[in-house]
């Protein structure tokens, strides 16, 4: 006895018709919960390398021409990683149900803040001079 094609679906329950799409879904949480956490330990890593380059530029390259330059950046990356993160945990606590003007520009300003860090960060590390004397910068 041949059942056609289309009572063929008949024979699965519902679960079973589904499930391949409650496992897609699964998964993407799984991936957004790995990359929300890789994400994470990459800001914590950025702003631990920003405050030790703001630690060794303090302490060795006193007497470089970009000292000043090094410092404000630094410090203005600093500040901005803060404020970025700060922005982040209050886009991340609302409902996503709900549309709200002033955090879709909250978004907006997070983007360009991280634009910014990741710009700043660049010039730090084309500006930063090391002397070679390996102690108070004094050549």
């Given amino acids: 006895m041949g059942t056609d094609a289309a009572t063929d679906w008949r024979r699965y329950s519902a679960s079973e018709i589904d499930g391949g799409r409650r496992n897609r ?3 993407t949480h799984a991936y957004d919960l790995h990359k929300g956490i890789a994400e994470s330990a990459m800001d914590i890593s950025l702003l631990t390398a920003n405050a030790n380059q703001l630690r060794l530029l ?3 390259n006193g007497r470089s021409k970009t000292y000043i330059a090094c410092i404000t950046l630094v410090i203005v990356s600093l500040v901005l990683q803060v404020l970025v993160a700060c922005g982040v ?3 991340k606590s609302q409902p996503k149900s709900r549309l709200n003007v002033h955090i879709d520009r909250l978004k907006i300003a997070t983007s360009i803040g991280v634009s910014i860090i ?3 960060n ?3 590390a084309s500006l930063v001079v090391t002397d ?3 102690g108070t ?3």
Avoid: D, E, N
């Fill in 137 to 139: 910068g004094v050549a």
């Fill in 132 to 134: 070679g004397s390996g």
């Fill in 118 to 120: 990741t710009v700043i």
């Fill in 122 to 124: 660049i010039l730090v």
């Fill in 58 to 60: 303090i302490t060795y």
């Fill in 25 to 27: 879904g699964q998964q």
């Fill in 89 to 91: 945990i209050i886009i």
